[in-house]
């Protein structure tokens, strides 16, 4: 055959059948050789245990403290994230009585349209794509931060990502976007960790509570085992899965009538009634400030005795408010502050914290009188 002959064979019809948007297909690390790689420790290990059993303790009402899971929108500087989490465990320390804190480390950013995909699709923030050097990145973070004995929270987006992370994280999360996607729920079902499920963008929270369900079940589905090779899941069921109410393009959903009506639709489901109030996004018009206002009205409802509310997501970086990222410029950008979601600025989330941590011993004493 001459090469002019083989050449042709590319017009094959048969092959024209495959790949015709595919541009490239390059190597990806495997899962087991990123950890050992960026290896657990035994002090991560114990940050993670404690996290995860600290949190189902809280879900189950056997801990009367309130999870917390507070930190940026997104990572896209891990320095950045790092000094966060310096402040947050020390800040946070004297308030472990009344509050479980996770730290919001997300990588995987759900888009509406279009925009930058989060740390692991392009950790330089440029359109390169270093999906291997943005997975390096992540888990060295996770591991960095949880080694402050911070526990850390992070959104699962694409299902082959856990199996690079997830014995990391203490708590996961699933997105308006995608609540309702059988392949999440699927996944979900496999986490070792407790899942928050979020409310549609558009405030259906029925798909939540049916996410939590499908997802405290077993299921069998396609995926990759830790060498990377496609691999046949089977899988127990997650117990501690949970609904995230964050508003929508509506309005708000974390008043004391919409919480009291998903505890009765999770009832009617069977399922535990407990619900994380997100105070951005649709609650806060992913308005910071209008954020701060949301998690002062929880802490006063929480100081009021109100049930129901186990835990409350705040987005807060370094500096306030957020900043538009213009790709290949990552220098031009503000130090600590947000490109994705508008966040709390540091000294802000810091009172928060603390009005946090006060409604809870309030609610606390009340109930002991
Ligand atoms: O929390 C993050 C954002 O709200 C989510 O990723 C959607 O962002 P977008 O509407 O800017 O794409
Ligand atoms: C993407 C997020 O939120 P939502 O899915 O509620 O839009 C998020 O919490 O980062």
């Excluded at 990502?161 to 976007?177: E, H, L, M, Y």
Aim: proline letters at 5%; charged letters at 20%; one cysteine or more.
């Amino acid at each position: 055959m001459t090469l002019t002959a083989g050449l042709a064979d590319v017009s094959d019809p048969v092959r024209e059948l495959d790949n015709q948007r595919t541009v490239d297909i390059s190597p990806l690390l495997s899962p087991a050789l990123l950890r050992e790689e960026h290896p657990m420790t035994a002090a991560v290990a114990k940050t993670v245990a404690t996290g995860r059993a600290s949190t189902v303790d809280i879900l189950d009402g056997r801990d009367d403290r309130l999870l917390v899971v507070v930190g940026p929108c997104s990572v896209h500087d891990p320095a950045a994230a790092l000094d966060y989490a310096h402040r947050l465990a020390e800040h946070t320390a004297p308030l472990g009585d009344a509050l479980h804190v996770v730290m919001r480390v997300y990588f995987e950013k759900p888009r509406t349209t279009l925009g930058w995909k989060g740390l692991i699709n392009d950790p330089d923030l440029d359109g390169s794509f270093a999906v291997n050097k943005g997975l390096r990145q992540a888990r060295q973070l996770l591991l960095d931060i949880s080694a402050l004995g911070l526990p850390v929270g992070c959104e699962f987006l694409d299902p082959i990502t856990p199996q690079f992370i997830a014995d990391t994280v203490s708590w996961g999360s699933i997105g308006a976007r995608t609540a309702a996607s059988q392949v999440h729920r699927q996944l979900c079902s496999a986490l070792s960790m407790p899942v928050g499920i979020k409310n549609s963008t558009e405030g259906d929270v029925q798909v939540a509570v049916d996410a939590t369900r499908a997802a405290s079940a077993g299921h069998v589905f396609p995926g990759i085992n830790a060498d990377g090779l496609a691999a046949l899941i089977t899988t127990a069921g997650n117990p501690h899965c949970h609904v995230i109410l964050r508003g929508s393009a509506a309005g708000p959903n974390h008043d004391s009538a919409t919480v009291a009506d998903t505890l009765g639709k999770l009832r009617a489901a069977g399922l535990p009634e407990r619900v994380i109030i997100d105070a951005s996004h649709g609650n806060s018009g992913k308005d910071h400030v209008r954020q701060g206002e949301v998690v002062r009205e929880l802490a006063r409802r929480t100081g009021s005795g109100e049930q129901g509310i186990t835990g409350v997501m705040i987005e807060s970086f370094l500096a306030e408010g957020r900043q538009e990222l213009t790709l290949g410029e990552a220098s031009e950008l503000t130090y600590g502050q947000s490109i994705t979601d508008a966040c709390l600025g540091w000294e802000s989330t810091a009172e928060l914290l603390d009005e946090l941590a006060a409604g809870v011993r309030t609610r606390r004493n009340q109930a002991g009188r």
